[in-house]
């Protein structure tokens, strides 16, 4: 089979100094391929969400390299990797982090906006589009501070969609809500996965959801100790 | 509402915390109110004491300087013979040689608004055994009028009589008082030169500066050269009005070129008066300006703890492409506003402030308080206020821009 490939890491090794010198990450190499849905699954202190804020460019402080579709992002200025973000990586977190102040449909169109691509109305069509998708098109013009954790989390997920990303990075996006909206989530995930073609990759200590992804690679101490290739 | 992204986090920021921002505002607002209430003071002050000098003195003087003869006349010739002598001031006339061609020259300049000559007479005025010494100034009324305003000043009798009345002296209220004379009374002058005339009172006027009220007098410019014992064509000092008092330093060094007399600015005849408004006008602006920092610390905490607060939304913008650029036109954007705001209102207080402290009076001779109306002051309390919260914005919205998402997130 011969997928393409849209992120690729090579023998990534990153320290934590404080309190000691220690290892957190040590010559971790993968690829991902485009349209793959994968998790990290991992105990607490493997290095897991480490992992996953050094491919999203936040964390530039590792050895090795990353490549994002076909895009070298080891050693770019903060600027341009802030650029790339915006315009390739769309985040899931823990707790979904909508900006209070602002109704949904404008945390969701906030990294359109400056993104710039597309007209105001356009990114507001495009906006209750997703927001239909994940059914929650009645909240749009709530504030964001009212909704449900559930809720939130899925205008989360829209916002992360919104500029049609090559990644959508998660971490733990489920950890903080109850089953039946984890459910909802992976439910998501999956969806977006097989007919969307998205390629999403996600933090996860939850089983049922590592199980539910094309492939989990799980780490232990740093390292990857099983790529679990299910294709 | 289509604004760039930025701003329009940044308004609605704003909006959703209305309390602090008027709060941040409100000190913006009083510093500017004081800034121009203060300056507003010293201006108004500043540009009273000058009109009450520019009653009596001229924006420039022209005259013939004292010269001290020279101590060694020294000679390379070894034939020649040396000679030494106290120095001292050589007493030739005061004189300027053929004042009106000088006059005449003075007014081709385009920023003389008006040169007059005058014959000063040092003397005493006599009335019984009573002596008051004092000076009378030879003046040709309408020029001297034009300078001085001396009709503005005369408390009885008319100005305008001098020029036809070459006995008549109009004398400063000090003197008329000291004297006991009223109008139509005589008055003995005795001038330096030893020449006595009887002069009738035709006049007295109050400048309300003691001094010159208790020795000034005005009298026919032919009247003060028979005093001085010199034909009629001769003056001692011709004075000049200018266009900006401001400059007549810069426009006096320019009119020595035209002249071997002595040419002197109204501020370094009065230097010592001036020194007074200078340091007015510097300590008020300076109170002006802490008051202004307060106002802005005002904003700076108010931005800084917005911050503080807004820690996960910063790390979450961040996140999602927003650039260090970004986080700091948003939080300068915010101050900005809370600065604007502040700055209109201080504007509208500082005018209140000033337009009721014009309106207060005082009572003669200074009647309503002197406080200038000067759309200059209001520019720079504008620029000041703008300048002050947008450095106070940047300062915590670089700290915001360099917040590192990751560090948040971990949390």
Known sequence: MNRDIILQTNKLGKYFYDPIKFKVLDDVSFEVSKGEFLTIVGKSGCGKSTLLYCLSTMDTNYDGEITIANQIVTGQKIDNLAVIRNEKIGFVFQFHYLLPEFSCLKNIMIPALKLGKYSYDEIEERAYQKLEILGLKEQALKPASKLSGGQQQRVSIARALINDPAIIMGDEPTGNLDSKNSETVFEIFKQLSQDFGQTIIAVTHDTDFAKASDRTIEMADGKIVNHNKII | ?411
Do not use: C
């Open chain 2, 1 to 411: 509402m289509k604004l760039k992204v930025n701003y329009e986090i940044a308004l609605t920021h704003i909006l959703t915390r209305k309390k602090q921002t008027i709060v941040a505002a409100m000190g913006v607002t009083i510093g500017i109110a004081l800034f121009i209430f203060s300056n507003s003071i010293v201006a108004g002050f500043s540009s009273y004491s000058k009109s009450n000098m520019f009653k009596t003195i001229p924006h420039i003087r022209i005259y013939k300087e004292d010269k001290i003869s020279k101590a060694l006349s020294i000679t390379n010739d070894s034939s020649d013979l040396v000679l030494i002598s106290n120095p001292k001031i050589i007493t030739t006339n005061k004189n300027i040689v053929n004042p009106y061609g000088l006059i005449k020259e003075l007014r081709t300049k385009s920023f003389v608004v008006n040169a007059a000559p005058q014959v000063n007479v040092d003397l005493f005025y006599n009335s019984g055994k009573s002596q008051l010494k004092g000076v009378a100034s030879g003046i040709n009324v309408i020029e001297a009028d034009a300078m001085f305003n001396i009709q503005s000043t005369m408390l009885a009798g008319h100005l305008e009589n001098i020029s036809s009345d070459l006995n008549g002296i109009i004398i400063g209220k000090g003197v008329a008082e000291k004297m006991n004379v009223r109008v139509d009374d005589n008055l003995t002058v005795i001038s330096s030169f030893g020449v006595i005339k009887v002069m009738k009172v035709i006049g007295i006027f109050a400048t309300e500066n003691r001094n010159t009220d208790e020795s000034k007098s005005y009298i026919n410019i032919a009247t003060a050269q028979q005093l001085i014992q010199e034909s009629p064509n001769s003056v001692t000092d011709i004075y000049l009005s200018v266009r900006e008092p401001d400059s007549a330093a810069y426009f006096a060094t320019n009119l020595q070129e035209l002249t071997e007399y002595k040419v002197e600015d109204w501020k370094t005849a009065n230097a010592d008066q001036l020194a007074q408004d200078n340091m007015l006008g510097t300590m008020t602006p300076m109170i002006a300006f802490s008051i202004m920092l307060v106002a802005a610390f005002g904003i700076y905490n108010i931005i800084n703890m917005t911050i503080t607060q807004k820690m996960n939304d910063i790390a979450i913008l961040k996140a999602n492409g927003f650039k260090g650029k970004d986080i700091i036109k948003i939080f300068v954007t915010e101050a900005f506003i809370m600065g604007a705001i502040g700055t209109f209102l201080g504007l509208l207080l500082g005018a209140l402030l000033v337009q009721i402290l014009s309106g207060v009076y005082i009572g003669p001779p200074v009647g309503y308080f002197p406080i200038k109306f000067d759309v200059s002051i209001f520019i720079s309390a504008t620029l000041f206020g703008l300048i002050a919260s947008l450095g106070a914005g940047y300062l915590p919205a670089r700290k915001a821009a360099k917040i590192d998402p990751v560090e948040i997130f971990r949390k």
